[in-house]
T-cell receptor
Framework: SQQGEEDPQALSIQEGENATMNCSYK?????LQWYRQNSGRGLVHLIL?????REKHSGRLRVTLDTSKKSSSLLITASRAADTASYFC?????????FGTGTSLTVIP | EAQVTQNPRYLITVTGKKLTVTCSQN?????MSWYRQDPGLGLRQIYY???????DKGDVPEGYKVSRKEKRNFPLILESPSPNQTSLYFC????????????FGEGSRLTVL
């Protein structure tokens, strides 16, 4: 399977702290994306990083990509209770998208 | 408002009774796809379509059919549902696979008894 794997599976932090989650994948990719899913809802796109990029920022989000290690990380700074959700990485290989199993983030007010 | 609309949102059915989950997008996207989400397994791609009349299998196509007769619609058909198809289903669309970003529907929770 080309599915990505997120780590950790679950993460619980206090409001204001930073949250870091990691994603590893198995094959060469065109790009890697991060999505957020609130409980029982559809996924929402957060950020995309191309295979020739190493780091990207969007608001409180920072994504890194290391293609030599086939890994990516998502950092959410100054977390808020509203950031509580599941976060998925997704890799595009050809015309298919492969999603990981997700990191469940709980931000405690 | 740009959106992907799935119907029904919730459905309980019985083994063998054919059903269709509809998906419609209003963003003129070429790319559409279906996923199922199961605990511990993440999202797995069932079928995808690059454009009208062009469909292809994803990782778990067994037991499903799709069609793409119009650009905006991409229905998922379960000809003879079985209990192992009980799952949460998501439809997604994107401009083209090359741009990457997918827009997801709100999901359809299907239970097959």
């Amino acid at each position: 399977s080309q599915q990505g794997e997120e780590d950790p599976q679950a993460l619980s932090i206090q409001e204001g702290e930073n949250a870091t989650m990691n994603c590893s994948y198995k094959t060469s990719i065109n790009n890697l994306q991060w999505y957020r899913q609130n409980s029982g809802r559809g996924l929402v796109h957060l950020i995309l990083i191309r295979s020739n990029e190493r780091e990207k920022h969007s608001g409180r989000l920072r994504v890194t990509l290391d293609t030599s290690k086939k890994s990516s990380s998502l950092l959410i700074t100054a977390s808020r209770a509203a950031d509580t959700a599941s976060y998925f990485c997704a890799t595009r290989v050809g015309n298919q998208f492969y999603f990981g199993t997700g990191t469940s983030l709980t931000v405690i007010p | 408002e740009a959106q992907v609309t799935q119907n029904p949102r919730y459905l309980i059915t019985v083994t063998g009774k054919k059903l269709t989950v509809t998906c419609s997008q209003n963003m003129n996207h070429e790319y559409m796809s279906w996923y199922r989400q199961d605990p511990g397994l993440g999202l797995r791609q069932i079928y995808y379509s690059m454009n009208v009349e062009v469909t292809d299998k994803g990782d778990v196509p067994e037991g499903y059919k799709v069609s793409r007769k119009e650009k905006r619609n991409f229905p998922l058909i379960l000809e003879s549902p079985s209990p192992n198809q009980t799952s949460l289903y998501f439809c997604a669309s994107g401009r083209q696979a090359a741009t990457g970003e997918l827009f997801f529907g709100e999901g359809s929770r299907l239970t097959v008894l």
